[in-house]
C-alpha cells in the first residue's frame, strides 16, 4: 500500500464476500431442486426462478463490488495519488449494497423484470446507474488530475465505461423477443467476454508487475496484444449467441470462427503468466497467493476456453444450446475467470492494506479454503457437463419428452449437490481466513531481511 | 516484438471487430421484422410478453434456448402442446403435475392473462430461427411422420384418425391445427393402455381436459388409435 485513500478497498471486499457465501448456499438449493420434489406448497411460494435470480443477481454483484473495492486500490497505486473523493467511494458502497438488498427481497415477493440475470426492476436500475456514475466519475477524476497513465489503468478505466455503457441496453422494454435477446447480450456476453476480461487483464497485470518484480514495459507490452486479442474474438464473438434466436444465417459462420478463436487470448495470458513467473525477482511468497495466481490462469483458460469451445460451433451447439451443457460451461468459467480473480486480488492486497510485514500471512487454513472450492467446483462442472451430454442425447437427439429425459439426470444433479457441499465448506473456509487474516508467524518472516 | 506492434494488434483488433459487429447489428436490425414475423407481433402479443415478464416464467423454462434450465423450452411450446394444453397448465399447474417429480407454481392468472401468454407463445412458435430446438424441428417431425404414414396409410387406424377428424384439433408433422398437443409428441409420452382409456373419457384421467370423449369408440378401436399414436412417435430422431 502506498497510498492512504486505498484503504476503501477493504469495505468493498468484505461486503463481497458475504455476498458470495450467500451465492453458494443458494446454489446448493437450486441444485437439490433438480433431484429433490419440492412440494407444490413450497414451489408456489419460492419457485426456482425466485432462486436462480437470487444466485445469479448475488453473483454479478459480488464480482462488481469486488472488482470496484480492486479499483479504489489499484488506482491510487498506479496514479502515486489519494483517490479524489474517498467519502463518496463510501457513499456508493452503501447505496450498491442497500439496492441489492432490496433487490433480493424484492425478488422473494415476485418484484422483477423478470429477465434472466437482469431481473433488477427498473426503478432500482437506476440507483445502479447512479452508483455506476459515482464510480467512474471518482476513478477518472483521480486518474486525470494525477496525469500519470499507465495501461493497466488505461486497460481498466476502459474495461469500467465499456461494462457501464453495456449495461444500459438491459434496461429498456423490448416488444420483440428476438430483440430483446440480441440485446441482453450486449450486457451479458459483452461484459463476460469484453468488459469484464479487460479489467482481469488489468488487474492480472498490474498482480504480475507488483508480484513478480518484471519490468513493467514487458508486462504491458503483452497486454496490448492480450486486450487486442480479447476485443478482437469477443465482439464479433458475441454472435455465437446469435445462431437459434430469429437472426440471418451469416451469424452462424461468423459467430462459428470469431468464436472459436475465443480461447487464443486467455490462452496467451496464460502463457504471459508463466513467462512472468520464471522470469520473477522476488520469491514465491506468500505460496497461497501463487496458488490462486496460476489457479485462476489456469481454470479460467479450462473452464471459459476449453469448456466454451467444445460448444461453440453451430453444428454442435444446435443439439447442446439452452441444456446443462451451458449450466457445466458457466459455473467452471465464471470460477477461473472471476471468482478466483476476485479472490486473488484479496489475497494480494489485504496483507498490504493491513500493513503485515513483506505482505506475509499466516496461509494455513486458506490452502483447504482453495483446494475445497476448486476441486468442487470441478467435480460440479463435470456433474453438470455429464448431465448435459444426457441431455443433449436423450432430448435433443432421440427426441424423447423434456421430463423424461430429465429423469436420469437428477442422479447428476446429486452428484453435482454433493460436489456443491464442498464448494460451500470451502467458501466457508476461505471467508473467514480472508477476514481474519494475521501475519505470518515470526519464523517465517525471519527470512526476510 | 516491440511496443509499437502490440499497440497496433490493440487497435486493429478492437476496431476491425467493433466495425464488423456494428455493421451487421445494423444489418440484423433491418431483416429481424421479416424472421419474426413482426406483422403478426400484435398489442395482445405484447401483452403476453410482458405476462411472461412480470412472473419470471424464465427463470425455470429456457425460450430460444436462453433462462432456466429447469423446466422445458418453450420456443416451439405453441406447436407441441396446442392452446389448450397451455392453458390447462397455467390454469391449474398443481393439478397437471400432480403426479410429476417437478411442479409448477400456481400463479393466479386472470384469464386474460393466460389468453396473452398463448397469443405470445404462438407469436414465438412462428420466429425463424433455423429450425432450433432439434427436438421439436418440424423438419424432423415429417420426416419420421411420412415414414410411418407410408407403411399405414391403408391401415385401418389411419381411416379411423381421417373418419374421427382428429387433426382438427392435433397437430401431425406439418398438418393439422394447434389446440391439442402434437400426436407424435403424445406417441413419445404415453402408452397405448394409457391413451385408449385417455380417448375413453378425457376429463376423467385429467380433470379440466377441453377434448371430447371418444366413448362411441370400441374398445378396440380406442387401442388400434393408441398404436398408431405410439407408432408415430418411433421413427423420431432417426
Excluded at chain 1, 450467500?22 to 433431484?35: D, I, P, R, S, T
Amino acid at each position: 500500500m502506498t497510498q492512504k485513500s486505498q484503504s476503501i478497498a477493504y469495505p468493498y471486499f468484505v461486503m463481497a464476500l458475504l455476498l458470495f457465501g450467500l451465492q453458494v448456499v443458494m446454489g446448493l438449493w437450486l441444485a437439490a431442486n433438480y433431484f429433490l420434489t419440492v412440494p407444490q406448497g413450497v414451489v408456489d411460494v419460492f419457485p426456482f426462478a425466485t432462486a436462480r435470480a437470487m444466485h445469479t443477481n448475488l453473483l454479478v454483484l459480488w464480482l462488481l463490488l469486488g472488482f470496484m473495492g480492486a479499483t479504489f486500490y489499484l488506482v491510487p497505486e498506479e496514479t502515486g495519488t489519494d483517490l479524489a473523493y474517498p467519502k463518496m467511494a463510501i457513499a456508493q458502497l452503501v447505496l450498491l449494497s442497500a439496492t441489492g438488498v432490496v433487490a433480493l427481497v424484492g425478488f422473494f415477493f415476485g418484484w422483477t423484470q423478470g429477465r434472466p440475470l437482469l431481473e433488477i426492476p427498473r426503478p432500482l436500475d437506476f440507483l445502479v446507474v447512479i452508483g455506476a456514475l459515482m464510480f467512474l466519475f471518482n476513478i477518472a477524476v483521480t486518474m486525470f488530475r494525477a496525469k500519470r497513465w499507465t495501461a493497466v489503468q488505461g486497460s481498466l478505466l476502459g474495461g469500467l465505461v465499456f461494462l457501464a455503457l453495456m449495461y444500459l441496453f438491459g434496461i429498456p422494454f423490448y416488444k420483440n423477443l428476438a430483440m430483446d435477446w440480441y440485446y441482453w447480450w450486449w450486457v451479458i456476453h459483452l461484459w463476460v467476454e469484453g468488459a469484464f476480461e479487460l479489467i482481469a487483464a488489468a488487474m492480472t497485470a498490474f498482480m504480475l508487475i507488483k508480484l513478480t518484480g518484471v519490468e513493467r514495459k514487458v508486462v504491458e507490452k503483452w497486454l496490448y496484444v492480450e486486450l487486442g486479442l480479447f476485443l478482437f474474438t469477443g465482439i464479433v464473438g458475441t454472435g455465437h449467441h446469435y445462431y437459434w434466436l430469429g437472426a440471418p444465417a451469416y451469424w452462424l459462420w461468423l459467430g462459428g470462427i470469431f468464436s472459436a478463436l475465443e480461447p487464443l487470448p486467455i490462452m496467451l495470458m496464460l502463457v504471459d503468466t508463466w513467462r512472468d513467473i520464471k522470469a520473477r525477482k522476488e520469491p514465491m511468497r506468500p505460496r497461497l497467493t501463487w496458488v490462486y495466481l496460476i489457479g485462476m490462469v489456469v481454470i479460467h483458460f479450462v473452464g471459459a476456453g476449453l469448456f466454451g469451445f467444445a460448444h461453440t460451433l453451430p453444428q454442435i451447439n444446435y443439439y447442446t444450446h439452452g441444456s446443462q451443457v451451458t449450466v457445466s460451461h458457466g459455473h467452471l468459467a465464471f470460477f477461473g475467470a472471476y471468482v478466483l480473480l476476485n479472490l486473488t486480488f484479496f489475497y494480494f492486497a489485504i496483507p498490504r492494506l493491513k500493513g503485515f510485514a513483506g505482505a506475509r500471512y499466516d496461509e494455513r487454513s486458506g490452502q483447504a479454503g482453495f483446494w475445497l472450492m476448486s476441486l468442487g467446483v470441478l467435480g460440479m462442472s463435470l456433474a453438470f457437463a455429464v448431465a448435459g451430454v444426457l441431455q443433449t442425447y436423450l432430448e435433443r437427439i432421440q427426441g424423447q419428452p423434456y421430463m423424461l429425459a430429465q429423469q436420469p439426470i437428477r442422479f447428476w444433479m446429486l452428484v453435482a449437490f454433493a460436489h456443491g457441499l464442498l464448494v460451500v465448506a470451502g467458501v466457508i473456509v476461505t471467508i473467514r481466513h480472508l477476514l481474519t487474516l494475521k501475519p505470518a508467524p515470526p519464523e517465517a518472516t525471519a527470512v526476510a531481511p | 516484438m516491440g511496443e509499437k506492434t502490440a499497440k497496433w494488434i490493440f487497435w486493429f483488433g478492437t476496431l476491425s471487430s467493433l466495425v464488423l459487429f456494428l455493421a451487421l447489428t445494423v444489418d440484423t436490425q433491418g431483416q429481424f421484422a421479416a424472421l419474426t414475423h413482426a406483422d403478426r407481433l400484435d398489442d395482445q402479443v405484447v401483452a403476453g410478453k410482458r405476462v411472461f415478464e412480470r412472473r419470471n416464467c424464465n427463470d425455470c423454462h429456457t425460450i430460444l434456448g436462453f433462462g432456466g434450465y429447469y423446466a422445458p423450452d418453450l420456443t416451439r411450446a405453441w406447436s407441441r402442446l396446442g392452446s389448450d394444453a397451455i392453458q390447462r397448465r397455467l390454469e391449474k399447474p398443481e393439478v397437471v403435475f400432480a403426479d410429476s417429480y417437478r411442479k409448477m407454481p400456481q400463479q393466479h392468472l386472470a384469464a386474460q392473462e393466460v389468453a396473452d401468454l398463448v397469443a405470445y407463445l404462438a407469436w414465438v412458435d412462428g420466429i425463424e430461427n433455423h429450425d432450433w430446438p432439434p427436438q421439436d424441428s418440424v423438419n424432423r417431425w415429417k420426416r419420421s411422420t411420412e415414414r410411418a404414414l407410408a407403411s399405414a396409410t391403408l391401415s385401418p387406424a389411419a381411416a379411423l384418425m381421417q373418419q374421427e377428424n382428429c387433426l382438427s384439433c392435433h397437430g401431425l408433422a406439418d398438418r393439422g391445427e394447434r389446440k391439442g398437443p402434437r400426436l407424435e409428441w403424445i406417441g413419445m409420452r404415453r402408452s397405448v393402455a394409457w391413451i385408449a382409456d385417455y380417448l375413453a373419457d378425457p376429463a376423467k384421467v385429467a380433470p379440466g381436459a377441453e377434448m371430447p370423449a371418444y366413448g362411441h369408440l370400441s374398445a378396440g378401436q380406442r387401442e388400434m388409435l393408441g398404436e398408431f399414436i405410439v407408432a408415430l412417435a418411433s421413427g423420431h430422431g432417426r
